[in-house]
């Protein structure tokens, strides 16, 4: 990453001019400049300037000669770096095993599930964004106000500090909402959800490179980018890890779409926060009706979890005709990995269906349910 013009392009932009001598000294000039920028980039970013300290220098020494001295020197630390981070890798690595072996076995079975390749990466991302539910975007929102007030200098004034310290957070839910107006169909849910993931790496990104230096432990670093990754590869299966800010807690948001023969018309919603503990939706979707459930877990809740469950009913009943039912319930055991999973569809009447309903009310059915959330 350059500040600005390398040396070599500063010195070399000196001979641009009419009336230079020789093209021979011209390209003479040229080669001396990039050897100077050469020399300049090894001492200011790679080379060890204390292992320099046996080469021997003299007045008679050539450019040429001090360019190959740093070549070497570098080539032997180059030699030492490497060896130092392959035992670095294999230890990391061997860590990521014995964190793996004692992961649920449900994670696993959820990228199954979804067609995810197994690996440690995605094993520890699943873990993540599953079983620690809302704390990818907390992170990233977390740890970026965490490296602003690292960089902030004593001279700002605190209503300079307040008004920033929240973009982060703004951007990502901002393409939150947009996300949750583009909730029509799989194309346009997808798209929108891809601008998710790339504020929230654009976030991590400021964090790491903010002025030239690491704020934040590279390891989490990783562990970020890799929860992102996964997150974007789930929504091109519907399953979209939706972030939002609940009664002033960040959080993230599982909506799952349904399609298939053994749960045709399901849409599938659960988070998770302090206020509410876990809370999981599920709406049967026909061409009759659309026949719903919210389970929560904690009792404290129940009022306003009951203003969600009204407010996702004028949503639903007034964007279509059909039959809306929704129940609420509470449950001291709720598992919101298998939510959703393992139920025969019924319709708004009670009995079994196996009328499939459109995707445009699929989709509906899920924008209702998120803007009544939000709201």
Do not use: C
């Amino acid at each position: 990453i350059t500040k600005g013009k390398a040396i070599d392009a500063q010195i070399m932009s000196g001979f641009q001019k009419e009336g230079s001598d020789s093209a021979q000294q011209r390209e003479q000039e040229q080669y001396y400049a990039r050897l100077s920028g050469e020399i300049n980039t090894e001492l200011a970013d790679k080379t060890d300037v204390e292992k320099l300290k046996d080469v021997e220098l003299s007045e008679t020494t050539t450019i040429e000669q001090f360019a190959d001295s740093i070549k070497m020197t570098q080539m032997s630390e180059s030699q030492e770096q490497q060896e130092a981070w392959k035992q670095e890798n294999i230890k990391n690595f061997q860590e990521s095993l014995n964190e793996v072996q004692k992961i649920d076995e449900q994670v696993i079975e959820s990228l199954i599930s979804y067609g995810q390749p197994i690996s440690v990466d995605n094993i520890q991302a699943a873990e993540m964004l599953m079983l620690d539910r809302g704390s990818l975007f907390r992170q990233i929102v977390d740890q970026s106000d965490s490296a602003k007030t690292e960089e902030d200098t004593p001279a700002e004034s605190e209503s300079d500090v307040s008004a920033g310290e929240n973009d982060v957070e703004n951007s990502i839910l901002e393409k939150s909402e947009q996300f949750t107006n583009a909730l029509t169909n799989k194309e346009r849910a997808t798209e929108a959800y891809k601008e998710i993931i790339n504020e929230a790496e654009k976030a991590v990104e400021k964090m790491i490179y903010r002025n030239g230096t690491s704020r934040i432990d590279i390891k989490a670093a990783q562990s970020l980018y890799k929860g992102l990754t996964l997150a974007g590869n789930l929504a091109r299966e519907e399953n979209y890890e939706v972030p939002m800010n609940i009664k002033g807690e960040i959080t993230s948001v599982n909506l799952k779409i349904y399609h298939n023969a053994a749960e045709a018309g399901k849409v599938s919603v659960t988070f998770e926060t302090e206020k509410f503990g876990k809370v999981a939706a599920e709406f049967d979707v026909t061409d009759r009706g659309i026949s719903g459930m919210v389970v929560y877990e904690n009792k404290a809740g129940k009022a306003e979890l009951e203003e969600l469950e009204q407010a996702v009913k004028r949503e639903l009943s007034g964007e279509n005709e059909k039959k809306v039912s929704i129940h609420l319930a509470q449950s001291n055991s709720l598992d919101l990995g298998k939510f959703g999973q393992d139920r025969q569809i019924q319709g708004a009447d009670g009995k079994k269906s196996t009328a499939m309903a459109s995707t445009a009310m699929l989709y509906q059915t899920a924008k209702a349910f998120l803007t009544a959330l939000k709201g």
